[in-house]
T-cell receptor
């Protein structure tokens, strides 16, 4: 059962912000929202996670709505190397038994 | 710092054979999880081990088994291989399994298994 819904693909111009949406309307109170990405032929790479509050790190920002039913991953200045499949995951097992859906294929174009 | 390492990188087997895949976690990480990624799909959770004990199991048949050693490295075993077992097998490590506490997993490059 998919717990998250993401658009299958998105394009973004190099240097612009990439905003990747995710719906998780059935999220429960103790579930975190995780974002991972997978560049072709590599293992997934952790980006960021959060519970209620917005989070920011050196890679991205995570905006979670007040009702926690959706979130947005923001890459502030996308580069060609950000081209990847981005996965939004909700998990309450300390992030160790992740259920990956189909993800969003982000294409950053020059 | 060495990341998560997996061996072998590629493997070709025939139907009915068995296979053992190996994973070494990042130094200091005690939790290891295994995932299967079929071409074109997201990774699917198989097992999680912590302190040599199985802490979680995904929806995979009993042909799949795993174990974790005292040095926290891990093996994934698959018996009676089927064509559908062809996939990228990913290992991920993390610091702990603290309940209700989010933590990040670090993935290895994977082992590409082809079953003919």
């Amino acid at each position: 059962d998919a717990k998250t819904t993401q658009p299958p693909s998105m394009d973004c111009a190099e240097g612009r912000a990439a905003n990747l949406p995710c719906n998780h309307s059935t999220i429960s109170g103790n579930e975190y929202v995780y974002w991972y990405r997978q560049i072709h032929s590599q293992g997934p790479q952790y980006i960021i996670h959060g519970l209620k509050n917005n989070e920011t790190n050196e890679m991205a920002s995570l905006i979670i709505t007040e009702d926690r039913k959706s979130s947005t991953l923001i890459l502030p200045h996308a580069t060609l190397r950000d081209t990847a499949v981005y996965y939004c995951i909700v998990d309450n097992n300390a992030g160790n038994m992740l259920t990956f859906g189909g993800g969003t294929r982000l294409m950053v174009k020059p | 710092d060495a990341g998560v390492t997996q061996s072998p990188t590629h493997l070709i087997k025939t139907r009915g054979q068995h296979v053992t895949l190996r994973c070494s976690p990042i130094s200091g990480h005690k939790s290891v999880s295994w995932y299967q990624q079929v071409l074109g799909q997201g990774p699917q959770f198989i097992f999680q081990y912590y302190e040599k004990e199985e802490r979680g199991r995904g929806n995979f048949p009993d042909r799949f088994s795993a174990r974790q050693f005292p040095n926290y490295s891990s093996e994934l075993n698959v018996n009676a291989l089927l064509l559908g077992d062809s996939a990228l097998y990913l290992c991920a490590s993390s610091l702990d399994v603290a309940a209700l506490k989010g933590n990040e997993q670090f993935f290895g490059p994977g082992t590409r298994l082809t079953v003919l």
